[in-house]
């Protein structure tokens, strides 16, 4: 954890900013690996434009539906997106992509309205982020061609 309410993942990606920041300007290929393993995505809404709105479900693999509503708070094509989750548990994603050396470092941090519910999320969603990161992982692999 960065600090007592911001849930934070780093990942080196071989890929370049550019195509890391397409996978989430894309409803078709954020669509394709938003979320933990076993979940897939309805998308009802869509504006990837700051201030856009992004309305969609969460499906998990026993049926299950969750309810999203979240907007584009900031986009800095093949730097940053930030994403503010308008629904409870409420948070601000900041992923900052950072060229370095034939990749592309990129840093997910979730920021929640307190420590308690930060630490309530950790203890339930456990390493949904780090799954999160590989579905897109595989996402860029597919897209690159990679079997």
């Known amino acids: ?3 007592d309410k911001t849930l ?3 990942r080196m990606l071989p890929y370049s900013a550019e195509s890391i920041y397409a996978a989430f300007s894309s409803a078709e290929t954020l669509a394709s690996w938003w979320g933990p393993k076993g979940f897939t995505n309805s998308f009802d809404t ?3 434009v700051p201030g856009g709105k992004w309305i969609f479900k969460m499906h998990s693999s026993d049926g299950q539906s969750f309810s999203n509503i979240s907007y584009f708070a900031a986009l800095s094509p093949s730097k940053k997106v930030v994403i503010r989750h308008d629904c409870a548990p409420y948070f601000t994603l900041t992923v900052t992509l950072l ?3 034939g990749g592309t470092r990129l840093i997910w941090e979730q920021e929640f309205e307190s420590a308690e519910v ?7 969603a456990g390493s949904a982020n780090e ?11 597919i897209k690159a061609g990679i079997p």
């Open 118 to 124: 930060a630490m309530a999320v950790k203890a339930r």
């Open 46 to 48: 869509f504006e990837f």
């Open 8 to 10: 934070r993942t780093e």
């Open 99 to 101: 060229e370095v050396g």
């Open 131 to 141: 799954e999160n990161l590989d579905r897109l992982t595989r996402a860029l692999e």
């Open 1 to 3: 954890m960065a600090s």
